[in-house]
């Protein structure tokens, strides 16, 4: 062994080097800089080899291998300095893409998340098991039958397996629901309740979104602000993985084994077949019977179609791989939040606040005589009605409401936080501002009132109120914030969000529309027939007050559908019972839809 050391030694001064050394990396020759670190791969490698790079002579860098191997250099050792390995460890696939156009066969490597998902995205979850694979079987299933036919009870039905989805694909992937996520989970729920009581579609499409926030929190139990803003992105991002992870457990569930799914489907089958069969005979031997039946069996020739409904199916199933994904592997968007600003000086931070603080007081001051004394002061210092000058203060004001709730959160993370000096300022100065804001909240809502009183309640004017009054709400949260904490502020501002939305949809918002206007009428009012007519089923009982011909005018424009169970509110079966018991006449309604009623008229 001596020998060959000898050997080699003697080879080295001479230069005459036989072949690469058996460890397969040259050595330096002197002078050169010592080889650098291996680099991270590119994101497409050259199949067959494992993507390593060499040191060039006089290069500062390494450079990745392009795939030019041929061209290369040879060293000292007659073999070339990018000729790759033996190495096998990336297989050799034959579709792989040739994406450099040199001939040269490519394999791309999985995507990867974007960087802005590096650390907050879980692992991918184990392949579903069978109990999630069967609640998103019902939900898809339940999504082409029910949803076709319109939105009531079929939200909630369906609410049910996507939640029993997310439930197994948790405790299979060992997370534990808290009790925050419950709760979440319960409100999502509640506001469901929306569809089943009202047929307006305004307040039940903000229903719907604000329960599929509330689930979106559910699932991933967030509490800062970046994640109770993030987390109904999470569902969404994860439709593609999602059904991958799906097909995954499925093909495992069907290639045979202990819990082979195969099984359970054709006991699905042979059980459609059997009651599609006898329910068949049954129908056409009873008449009572088949009427039953049709009432309880969606209509699947209906006028939706049967291309619609498979459509509708497909969106079922993905939203409950999605649910359940997430429920598996959420996102932590909490990880995302922007940390506490650089902290300002205190004159720096105070000085622009106090001056904001001075300017409210003086508007607050202003608005408290004009609304203690009345109309004569906004007659005498503008020249306006008072509707008028209701109407014109309310948006500004609205705005300002909203401005100032974000020059509290901008100051809130650049305030000074070196001692208790510094809490206290902050306290005083933020305090006083949220105080004066409530006053302005309430200077608005009196001016809507005052305009709403004159000219009636419309859609757009209760919900602006409504806004407000909600924007006067989170103030108190943020007041309440500064005195206990700010822990709990995020998940306080959403939940009051969401009462408000449940609220304002069990409270028929067009019932309240047309009530009111029928009390202005009666009160010497003009009424506006041709806005009331406009309304869901849901003013039709205040509208059936009424005397002829205004009822019948007012109620012919209201259509309530004849459609299924699942798909008819409470407020459409009652006023498909009120229409019946009282049918619409056939009157000449031109004139009294073309104008204002006045009050003689009743």
Same mark, same amino acid.
């Given at each position: 062994m001596s020998d060959g050391v000898e050997g080699n030694e003697e080879r080295r001064r001479t230069g005459d080097a036989a072949g690469p050394e058996p460890q397969g990396v040259p050595e330096p020759r002197p002078g050169e800089p010592e080889p650098a670190a291996q680099p991270e791969p590119a994101p497409l490698v050259k199949a067959g080899t494992a993507g390593r790079t060499e040191a060039r002579a006089g290069a500062k860098t390494d450079e990745p291998a392009t795939g030019e191997a041929d061209d290369a250099a040879p060293d000292a050792s007659g073999t070339p300095a990018d000729a790759p390995p033996d190495s096998t460890d990336t297989p050799d696939d034959p579709e792989a893409p040739d994406e450099a156009g040199d001939g040269l066969r490519y394999e791309r490597l999985p995507d990867a998340p974007p960087p802005i998902l590096d650390g907050v995205r879980a692992r991918p979850p184990a392949p579903p098991g069978l109990a999630t694979l069967v609640a998103a079987a019902v939900t898809a299933l339940l999504s082409g039958l029910l949803l076709g036919d319109g939105l009531a009870v079929n939200a909630l039905i369906l609410a049910l397996p996507l939640a029993a989805g997310a439930w197994f694909a948790a405790r299979q992937a060992g997370r534990r629901p808290r009790r925050s996520s419950l709760c979440w989970g319960v409100g999502g729920l509640a506001l469901l309740a929306v569809p089943v009581w009202s047929d307006a579609e305004w307040p039940t499409l903000l229903a719907v979104l604000a329960a599929a926030g509330l689930g979106a929190l559910a699932l991933h139990g967030c509490r800062k602000w970046s994640g109770v803003l993030l987390a109904p992105l999470g569902p969404v991002l994860a439709v593609r993985r999602a059904l991958v992870w799906g097909w995954r457990g499925a093909r495992e569930r069907t290639a045979g084994g202990e819990k082979d799914l195969g099984p359970l489907l054709r006991s699905v089958l042979v059980a459609v077949v059997l009651l599609v069969v006898f329910g068949g005979l049954f129908a056409a031997a009873d008449r009572a019977f088949a009427d039953l039946l049709g009432s309880l069996v969606p209509d699947v020739d209906g006028g939706s179609g049967v291309p619609?409904?498979?459509?509708?199916?497909?969106?079922?199933?993905?939203a409950a791989l999605a649910v359940a994904h997430t429920a598996a592997a959420p996102t932590r968007w909490d990880g995302l939040g922007p940390g506490p600003g650089r902290p300002r000086g205190r004159v720096e931070w105070a000085l622009p606040l106090v001056l904001l603080d001075l300017l409210f007081a003086a508007f607050v001051a202003v608005q408290a005589a004009v609304l203690l004394r009345g109309e004569d002061v906004v007659r005498a210092s503008n020249g306006l009605t008072y509707s008028e000058y209701a109407r014109e203060g309310f948006w500004q004001l609205l705005f300002?409401?909203?401005?100032?709730?974000?020059?509290? #959160?901008?100051?809130?993370?650049?305030?000074?936080? #070196?001692?208790?000096?510094?809490?206290?300022?902050?306290?005083?100065?933020?305090?006083?501002?949220?105080?004066?804001?409530?006053?302005?909240?309430? #200077?608005a809502v009196r001016r809507m009132d005052l305009y709403m009183g004159e000219y009636g309640l419309t859609r757009l004017r209760l919900s602006v109120v409504a806004m407000e009054l909600w924007l006067g709400a989170v103030v108190l949260l943020i007041l309440a914030a500064g005195v206990f904490g700010a822990r709990l502020l995020p998940r306080a501002v959403l939940a009051s969000a969401a009462v408000a939305v449940l609220a304002f949809g069990l409270a028929s918002p067009d019932k309240l529309i047309a009530e009111s206007n029928l009390d202005a009428h009666r009160d010497g009012r003009t009424l506006d027939l041709r806005y009331l007519a406009g309304l869901s089923a849901d003013a039709v009982p205040a509208l059936d007050r009424l005397d002829e011909p205004l009822r019948s005018c007012a109620l012919r424009s209201i259509a309530v559908p004849d459609a299924p169970w699942y798909a008819t509110s409470l407020s459409q079966a009652r006023a498909h019972d009120i229409l019946t018991a009282r049918p619409v006449r056939n009157h000449p309604c031109r004139d009294l839809l073309t104008d204002d009623i006045s009050p003689s008229v009743r």
């Open positions: 619609w409904r498979l459509f509708l199916a497909v969106l079922g199933l993905a300002a409401t909203v401005l100032t709730l974000a020059v509290i #959160s901008v100051a809130v993370r650049v305030a000074p936080r #070196s001692g208790p000096r510094d809490q206290l300022l902050v306290r005083a100065v933020l305090g006083t501002l949220c105080l004066l804001t409530l006053v302005v909240v309430a #200077s």
